[in-house]
C-alpha cells in the first residue's frame, strides 16, 4: 500500500505544473481521492497523444507536400534543359545560315564594299568640317544632321545608302566647293562681346574669314552663330575690313585674307595676339616710361634747336651779303664791334672781336649739350632696365621654378623692352646732336670768318 501511494504521490508532482499553468481566474481541481488523481493522470495523458500524433500527421503531410514540389522542380529542370538544347541547335543553325547569306551578300558587293568606305569616310569627314565651317551660319546644321545620320547608318553594313542620299553628299560638298571661292553678303545674327545678339549684314569671303561692320568675326560651333572677335587686328586689317562690307558687286577692294581661317585662323590669331606699341611701351614698367619721356624732351629739344639754328644761320647769311649792319643776328653785333673798334690797334681789334664772339657762343650752342646727354643717358637707363627685368626673371625662377615660362615673361618682356627703348632715344638723339652741333659750328665759322676778314682790312689799312 505504501508502494502505491509513493507512486501516486511522484506522479502528483510531476503534473503540479499542468495544474497550476490553468488561468489564474478558474479554480484549481480538487483532488481528494487517489481515485480522481489516476483518472486526472489519464486523462492528461491521452491529451498529450493526441496532440503528439496530430503533430505527427501535419509533419507527415508537410513531407509529402515537399517531395511534391521538389518533384516538380526536377521536372521544370528537365523540361528547360530541352528547351536549351533546342535553342543551341537553332542557334547553330541560324549562326551558319547567317554566313552564308553574308558571304552570298559580300559577292553580290563586289567592289561596292570600298566604295561605301569611301563614302562613309568622305560623310564623316565632310560633317567635321561642316561643323566650323563660315558657310554653316548661312546654310545652317541640318547638312550636319544629315552626314552624321549618312556615317551611322553605313558603319552598321545593314542597310545600303540610297541614291538620294549618296547624291545628296555630293551636292553638299560641291556648294562647299563653290562657297570657298565666293564673295556672298547676307544678314545673320551677330553676338557681340558683352553676349548680346544683332542682326547685322555680314560679309563672307569665301571659307576663310567673315566681317560685319569693319569687325572681324568667327564661328561659334556651339550656338551656330558669328560673334565679333574680342580682340580686332591692327588698323590697316580693319580698314580693309570694312572697304570690302562697302564694295559694290564687281568692285575689287583689298582686305586682309587669313589663308588658315578654316582650320583655325592662325594667322589672325597671332595678329591679334601680337601687342602694339602701346602695350609694348607698357612691357617697360616704370623705366620704360622714364626712357619714353626723357627721348621726348630729347627729341623735341634738338628738333627745336635746328629750327632756331636754321632761322639763326638765314639772318647770318643774309647779314653777310649786306652792308647795313642789324643788331638782331649774331654776325650783326660782331660786325658792329669790329666797326667801333676798327680805328684802334690790331690786337686790341682781335681781342675785341674774339670777346664779341665768345659772347655769341653760348646762345648758339644753347640746348646742344643736353641732347648729348640725353643721347649717352637713354642706353644707360635702358641697360638699368634690362638688369632689373633679370632680377625680376630671377625672383620668379626662384619662388616657382622654370615650369611655367610665362611666370617669367613679364621679367624678360622688361629687359628687352627697356633696351630697345633706350636704343630708340639713343639713336635719334645722337644724330639729332650731331646735326645741331655741325648746324652751331658753321654759325660760329662765319662768325670767325668775318671777324678774321676785318682784321685782314685793319692790317692792310695800317
Known amino acids: 500500500m505504501n508502494k502505491y501511494l509513493s507512486i501516486l504521490f511522484l506522479l502528483s ?7 497550476f499553468s490553468q488561468d489564474a481566474d478558474e479554480e484549481a481541481t ?36 515537399q517531395a511534391e514540389i521538389l518533384a516538380a522542380e526536377k521536372r521544370e529542370l528537365a523540361r528547360q534543359e530541352r528547351i536549351a538544347d533546342q535553342l543551341e541547335a537553332e542557334y547553330k543553325k541560324n549562326e551558319e545560315i547567317l554566313r552564308v547569306k553574308e558571304e552570298a551578300y559580300q559577292k553580290e558587293l563586289g567592289s561596292l564594299v570600298e566604295l561605301f568606305g569611301h563614302l562613309q569616310s568622305s560623310a564623316g569627314e565632310a560633317a567635321v568640317q561642316f561643323s566650323g565651317s563660315l558657310t554653316s551660319a548661312e546654310y545652317g546644321l541640318d547638312r550636319v544632321d544629315f552626314l552624321n545620320d549618312l556615317t551611322s547608318k553605313m558603319s552598321e553594313t545593314t542597310e545600303l545608302p540610297t541614291i538620294r542620299e549618296i547624291e545628296g553628299l555630293w551636292y553638299e560638298l560641291q556648294r ?10 547676307f544678314d545673320a545674327v551677330v553676338v557681340d562681346v558683352d553676349g548680346e545678339s544683332s542682326n547685322c549684314n555680314v560679309t563672307r569671303v569665301g571659307l576663310f574669314n567673315a566681317v560685319c561692320d569693319g569687325k572681324y568675326l568667327e564661328y561659334v560651333a556651339a550656338t551656330g552663330e558669328y560673334a565679333f572677335l574680342p580682340r580686332q587686328p591692327a588698323g590697316r586689317y580693319t580698314k580693309t575690313a570694312k572697304k570690302i562690307g562697302q564694295a559694290e558687286i564687281d568692285e575689287q577692294v583689298k582686305f586682309g585674307v587669313d589663308p588658315t581661317g578654316p582650320t583655325g585662323g592662325s594667322l589672325l590669331a597671332n595678329l591679334i595676339q601680337t601687342p602694339s606699341l602701346a602695350e609694348r611701351a607698357a612691357q617697360g614698367r616704370e623705366v620704360g616710361y622714364a626712357i ?23 639772318a647770318v647769311r643774309a647779314q653777310a651779303g649786306s652792308k647795313t649792319l642789324d643788331a638782331r643776328n649774331p654776325l650783326g653785333r660782331v660786325l658792329k664791334v669790329g666797326e667801333e673798334n676798327f680805328k684802334k690797334d690790331i690786337d686790341t681789334l682781335e681781342l675785341k672781336l674774339a670777346e664779341a664772339i665768345m659772347a655769341e657762343r653760348p646762345s648758339i650752342e644753347r640746348g646742344i649739350g643736353a641732347v648729348r646727354i640725353i643721347s ?8 638699368l632696365g634690362t638688369v ?26 622688361q629687359a628687352l623692352v627697356t633696351t630697345v627703348l633706350g636704343l630708340l632715344v639713343a639713336i635719334p638723339t645722337t644724330l639729332l646732336h650731331s646735326f645741331t652741333a655741325s648746324s652751331a659750328k658753321g654759325i660760329i665759322s662765319v662768325l670767325e670768318e668775318q671777324s678774321t676778314g676785318i682784321l685782314a682790312e685793319r692790317a692792310e689799312g695800317k
Open 13 to 19: 508532482l510531476s503534473f503540479n505544473g499542468y495544474i
Open 30 to 65: 480538487e483532488v481528494s481521492t487517489v481515485e480522481a488523481l489516476l483518472l486526472l493522470v489519464k486523462e492528461g495523458k491521452t491529451k498529450e497523444q493526441s496532440e503528439n500524433s496530430k503533430r505527427e500527421a501535419r509533419f507527415m503531410a508537410n513531407k509529402n507536400k
Open 176 to 185: 562647299e566647293m563653290v562657297a570657298s571661292g565666293q564673295v556672298v553678303s
Open 292 to 314: 619714353i619721356f626723357v627721348g621726348l624732351i630729347g627729341i623735341g629739344l634738338a628738333f627745336w634747336k635746328l629750327w632756331s639754328l636754321f632761322v639763326l644761320g638765314k
Open 376 to 383: 649717352v643717358v637713354a642706353p644707360l637707363a635702358g641697360l
Open 388 to 413: 632689373t627685368g633679370m632680377i625680376v626673371t630671377f625672383q620668379m625662377i626662384t619662388l616657382y621654378g622654370t615650369g611655367d615660362p610665362k611666370l617669367m615673361a613679364g621679367g624678360i618682356s
